[in-house]
DNA sequence: ACCTGAACACCGTTCAAGT
DNA sequence: ACCTGAACACCGTTCAAGT
């Protein structure tokens, strides 16, 4: 970084970096749809060759992952309140955040990242302090976890364009799924 | 079909047709994987020139809305039973239908299909009969698919890779739901 | 060290024929 | 009616330079 002051600011445009380059895809994403992205077009809007992206991403898979892993990363962690109220409020955020450009699909293959992993931890903390013995928190999260991811995908359809039926479906759903898991905190299964 | 009797069997590799393509789309996706479907290669599989292909779809979406539709229609009604039963067994035979091959991430897509209509009118039908007034039973159902496609994207995922430790998963996260809604049945809420 | 060019091996799809 | 060819406008990525 800065070996030799630039002779003028803004002599040339920035140099690259993942940072810069992460701000341009997700850009992209979210105004073009994932399905627009390509290395060549993300190139060009940071007005750069194609492989110059290279040097900082492995491939496209790497730089989607590193999407994936900034913006679960991003989710507010849960402030004060009830474990049920903490974990609505983590995967509204979860939700909001994947939902943007179908990044929800891609959650599977980034589960190792920093900020997926971040997620998943501040998840199982919460189902921890309310109780649920370790192996059953891993369990109830994955559950919770799938159900946000699908909902991501199966929210935007056709018939529930409308944004606000599609929360409150959502909600029903979370609802649901989070007396289950309650239930099963009061009266654990003998076994499972 | 047969406007004139071919001269020897065999002579010509069968004519084309929407059930032959679908067939070797099918085989290709389960045996390579979604990513490796392309119109080039499922042609050269068919031994055909990738454009014959567009006589029967009118592109690549429409032929993966065709790969869905099948999958979801062709997973078993359910029998007699309770309506836990009933779902348990209609969501496992959608979960193993698309799994195969990432097919999950395509449903809202293929919504309309009638395939997947069919499936809905089945899982709608289990919940109607067990006492939900239709709007809940909407709003149910969306859930439980929801959840069911999500959980075939992460259920994939690397630490899940032992089948059957998916299995209980997918499961656990199942009952859960599925006692939730149970206990919404018994006492409903004032509203939603 | 960082970016450029050209090239390779693919894509989906349009369009104008062939039979 | 059904399939072929060639072509167009894209892809991701490798490799060998340039500065």
Redesign the pocket.
Known sequence: MGRASAKKEAERPA??SRERILDAARKLVEREGPDRL????LAQALD?????L??YFE???ALLDAIVDRAAGDVAPPGEGTWREQMRELLHGARAALGRGGLGERIPRAMLTPGVLRLSEEGLAILRAAGFPEEEAARAWHALLSYTVGSTLTGSSSELADVSAADAGFDYGLERLLDGLAASLESPAVTS
């Open positions: 140099a690259l390509s290395m060549r077009r750069v060759w194609p492989m110059a290279y040097r491939d496209k898979d």
